[in-house]
């Protein structure tokens, strides 16, 4: 069996081949949210599949859940050594808004050191990066440690059929440790870890008020406005300090010790940088805390997106018969996405008035999670990347929710390390969304000490 510097140059000899294997990927349009796409995520699911057949994977299946599979992989040819279960998501966000991508969203573009195409971060750079770091062990005698990949379908959509999964799949899962891809870096030369994810808790709000649309000259001034109503409960949603005021909100948001947010403050942030990322005209948020700790230590509620009425080219002049929004909340540890939908639910039957009807639907949740950076696989994830960056990694806190951490934590008590390349700047879920060349071909590297790491 090689060793981890002679698998690292195998690598480094291949990185040709190996972007344009990542090109075929981002082709494939597996946007899961949409129906018309579900031919392409089974094409996606199929090309995984293929490529752990293709490293000589003893065990590969494409497992069905109640709408986009699994893909499920192992190689357990290395007797007494832990195993890894890594995960990871093939399926990505939608398009939308098209006229706004510079080159097409499923004809990867190479311009400058990123690859510009939906999903390149978000996280089909990550999966496949891992992906040929396990190839690279297999082609030059065998892994060193024993290996379960679960790649699903559903992350972007929330994850909904993921806990029945592992409730059904829990020997098949059974590991030592999770590696999880689905993380990034805060700056390309600086490598990082996860130390806590938010939770998430997603709603869809309903305000119905005439039973249709309504001439506006000739009932305008005798009928509440569904729009105007739901305008006016999301403004109220939030203070001028920038707090929710949704009722006990903050009663479980456990506050930052003085050791926590110096801790927090040594990682490096540029205010100035972040502001030229979100291309806005100045920052905003809750008062009284940075904004490192506002996006990955506080509680949020956000609005989504909005319809109601009419939105085409042109005048139609008319009262909407309902209004609807999409809300998101970001969860810290101990809050819980039970809690905030009865808070939102009463501060709904507080604040509306009886002029309308409301309907309040909870679409997707998970809980925050904690991180144990002192564990083994941690551990073996710090080596990895300072080996492969030529410096100590930083602890962050992600602001982002994924759901598998805390399925995994609560269903199969097992610990995870958070390890990808993605940077805060890759434009998630937004267009143009991009993948760091430099720092994809660094992550199979390190990817690849992290095996060996793990193993001894």
Same mark, same amino acid.
């Given at each position: 069996m090689a060793n981890a510097n002679q698998v690292v140059e195998y690598v480094q000899h291949r990185r040709e081949n190996h972007l344009a294997e990542l090109k075929e990927f981002l082709k494939i349009p597996s946007i899961s949210t949409l129906s018309e796409h579900?031919?392409?995520m089974k094409r996606a699911a199929d090309w995984c599949a293929g490529k752990m057949r293709a490293m000589n994977f003893a065990r590969v299946e494409i497992l069905p859940t109640a709408r986009h599979p699994v893909v499920y992989g192992e190689w357990l040819n290395a007797p007494g050594k832990p195993t890894a279960l890594i995960y990871g998501h093939y399926d990505v966000q939608p398009v939308d808004p098209l006229n706004?991508?510079?080159?097409?969203?499923? +004809?990867?573009?190479?311009?400058? +050191?990123?690859?510009?195409?939906?999903?390149?971060?978000?996280?089909?750079?990550? !999966?496949?990066? @891992?992906?040929?770091? $396990?190839?690279?062990?297999?082609? =030059?005698?065998?892994?060193? #440690?024993?290996?379960?990949?679960?790649?699903?379908?559903?992350?972007?959509i929330?994850?909904?059929? $993921?806990?029945?999964?592992?409730?059904?799949?829990?020997?098949? &899962?059974?590991?030592?440790?999770?590696? =999880?891809?689905?993380?990034?870096?805060?700056?390309?030369? $600086?490598?990082? $870890?996860?130390a806590g994810l938010r939770g998430l808790a997603y709603f869809e709000l309903w305000v119905h008020g005439p039973s249709h649309d309504l001439h506006s000259g000739v009932f305008g001034g005798s009928v509440h406005n569904p729009a105007q109503v739901l305008a006016e409960l999301i403004a109220?949603?939030?203070?001028?300090?920038?707090?929710?005021?949704?009722?006990?909100?903050y009663k479980k948001v456990r506050a930052l010790s003085k050791k926590e947010r110096a801790e927090l403050a040594r990682t490096p942030f540029s205010e100035k940088d972040w502001l030229a990322m979100m291309g806005a005209p100045q920052l905003y948020g809750e008062k009284k805390f940075t904004t490192r700790e506002r996006t990955g230590t506080r509680p949020t509620l956000e609005v989504n997106g909005l319809l109601s009425g009419f939105t085409g080219e042109g005048a139609k002049t008319v009262l909407p018969a309902k209004a609807m929004t999409k809300i998101s909340m970001r969860l810290v540890p101990f809050q819980n996405d039970n809690d905030v939908e009865k808070q939102l639910r009463a501060y709904l039957t507080r604040r509306a008035p009886k002029t309308v009807k409301w309907e309040l639907k909870k679409l997707a949740s998970g809980p925050a999670v904690l991180v144990d950076n002192k564990s083994?696989?941690?551990?073996?994830?710090?080596?990895? &990347?300072?080996?492969?960056?030529?410096?100590?990694?930083?602890? @962050?806190?992600?602001?982002?929710?994924?759901? @598998?951490?805390? #399925?995994?934590?609560?269903?199969?008590?097992?610990?995870? @390390? #958070?390890?990808?390349?993605?940077?805060?700047? !890759?434009? &998630?879920?937004?267009? =143009?969304?991009?993948?760091? #060349?430099?720092?994809?071909?660094?992550?199979?590297?390190?990817?690849?000490?992290?095996?060996?790491?793990?193993?001894?």
């Open positions: 579900r031919n392409d706004e991508w510079i080159s097409k969203p499923f +004809e990867p573009t190479i311009r400058g +050191e990123n690859i510009y195409a939906r999903g390149a971060s978000d996280m089909k750079g990550q !999966d496949h990066a @891992v992906l040929k770091a $396990l190839e690279a062990w297999i082609k =030059n005698g065998g892994l060193p #440690l024993n290996v379960k990949i679960f790649f699903e379908g559903e992350e972007e929330g994850s909904p059929n $993921l806990a029945a999964f592992i409730d059904q799949n829990k020997s098949r &899962l059974t590991a030592d440790f999770v590696l =999880n891809c689905d993380s990034g870096i805060p700056r390309p030369n $600086l490598p990082g $870890l996860v109220g949603m939030h203070d001028a300090n920038g707090r929710v005021t949704l009722p006990g909100f083994k696989a941690s551990r073996a994830a710090q080596a990895a &990347l300072e080996q492969t960056f030529g410096i100590k990694p930083v602890f @962050v806190y992600s602001g982002g929710s994924v759901p @598998v951490v805390s #399925l995994i934590a609560e269903k199969m008590k097992t610990e995870t @390390v #958070l390890m990808g390349f993605g940077l805060p700047d !890759d434009n &998630l879920h937004a267009p =143009n969304e991009k993948l760091h #060349l430099p720092n994809y071909y660094r992550g199979i590297e390190a990817y690849a000490r992290f095996f060996d790491a793990a193993a001894r």
